[in-house]
């Protein structure tokens, strides 16, 4: 199948155009049913498939059109059309087709069985949870490999001295294995999203070499967050995946005034990864970043305060009126009465010293 994804931006300018050349009522109706399997499908990434504006999640899960008379539903599979089609016996229907009239979008709960309907056809019910049959061998053959390379001297030194202590889903393997199982892998999504699924460290951190950030969403990128239960996959999934997202810096301002101290961490370390990662932007945006800094900078946690040391220390390498603006903050910091606040002022102050 002839399928081509996009980032964010492009899958909604092309969406977004293809409807603006449609009537207003015709526009209206699949503007409904738009939202709705962005409903139903909140991970699926906008794009195009057969030119027509379309829902993808490794394979396709949606797509539809306006016609000259009616307006047109794909779920882009024959199989889920004649699964569902006591549900469908009120409209026109081919192999892959659902038509219905202008004015009159498919219901929600139509649609949400539609697209569950796909998704059970592509995924489910395999190693780990959600995790596409087809892609059933490959998680547990890459699962097998991690495990192989694993040590338990390994995880006792990454509790010990790196305070990774998810003992009972880690195999213990150097980050040095998992980046090269990741080259060798490569880029698939699918694969990304069922190796998260199963939980497992070593799993999730693979999973962040696989994904593809053209497909990352801010519901995929909240959900991932929200399961990270150390700094290591925070850290990683930020400095490799999300920083190449375009909804970086709107998930950068919602976690920092976040209350959970892994989601938190991640806002800090995803403004420090955007602040090295991304030479061309402008200052004028980590330069207000400086006061997320400071309000964040007492918190008394020690992974908090330490992504918030980071964030500040990679603005000021950024040079000229940041570093300026950066060392005045640190200042401040250094001399506040809140401990927290004192040592991420101090530490920085400590690291600009030595440039």
């Avoid at 951190?205 to 399961?227: F, G, H, K, N, S």
């Avoid at 209350?259 to 602040?275: I, P, S």
């Amino acid at each position: 199948m002839r399928t081509r994804a996009k980032t964010a931006t492009a899958e909604r300018t092309f969406a977004d155009g293809y409807l603006a050349r449609l009537g207003a009522e015709k526009r209206a109706t699949l503007e409904k049913v738009r939202a709705a399997i962005r409903a139903a499908v909140p991970d699926a990434t906008e794009g195009v498939s057969y030119g027509m504006p379309a829902f993808i999640q490794g394979k396709p899960i949606a797509a539809f059109i306006g016609a000259k008379d009616h307006c047109s539903y794909f779920p882009m599979s024959g199989r889920v059309v004649a699964a569902l089609k006591d549900d469908l016996k009120n409209y026109e229907t081919s192999k892959g087709t659902i038509r219905f009239p202008i004015g009159k979008p498919l219901p929600a709960s139509l649609i949400r069985k539609l697209v569950k309907a796909r998704l059970a056809e592509i995924a489910g019910g395999a190693t780990g949870k959600n995790a596409p049959k087809a892609l059933a061998p490959d998680v547990k053959a890459a699962l097998a490999s991690l495990e192989k390379s694993g040590s338990q001297k390994f995880r006792e030194d990454m509790a010990a001295r790196y305070g990774i202590t998810t003992q009972d889903k880690t195999f213990g393997v150097a980050m040095a294995k998992i980046q090269k199982l990741g080259k060798e892998i490569g880029r698939n999504h699918a694969l990304a999203q069922a190796l998260w699924n199963t939980g497992v460290y070593e799993g999730r951190m693979l999973a962040i070499y696989a994904a593809d950030p053209a497909c990352v969403t801010p519901a995929l990128m909240e959900r991932w967050v929200r399961d990270c239960d150390n700094w290591a996959v925070v850290d990683t999934v930020c400095f490799k995946l999300f920083d190449q997202t375009p909804h970086a810096w709107a998930k950068i301002n919602q976690w920092v005034k976040r209350r959970e101290e892994f989601v938190k961490r991640a806002g800090f370390a995803l403004l420090a990864c955007l602040a090295l990662h991304d030479k061309k932007g402008a200052d004028a945006p980590f330069e207000r970043a400086l006061a997320l800094i400071e309000e964040g900078a007492s918190d008394e946690r020690n992974f908090v305060k330490k992504g918030v040391s980071w964030a500040l220390r990679a603005i000021a390498m950024r040079g000229g009126a940041l570093k300026a603006a950066a060392a005045e903050v640190a200042e401040r910091l250094a001399g506040s009465d809140k401990p927290a606040a004192r040592w991420v002022g101090r530490d920085a102050l400590k690291s600009l010293a030595k440039k």
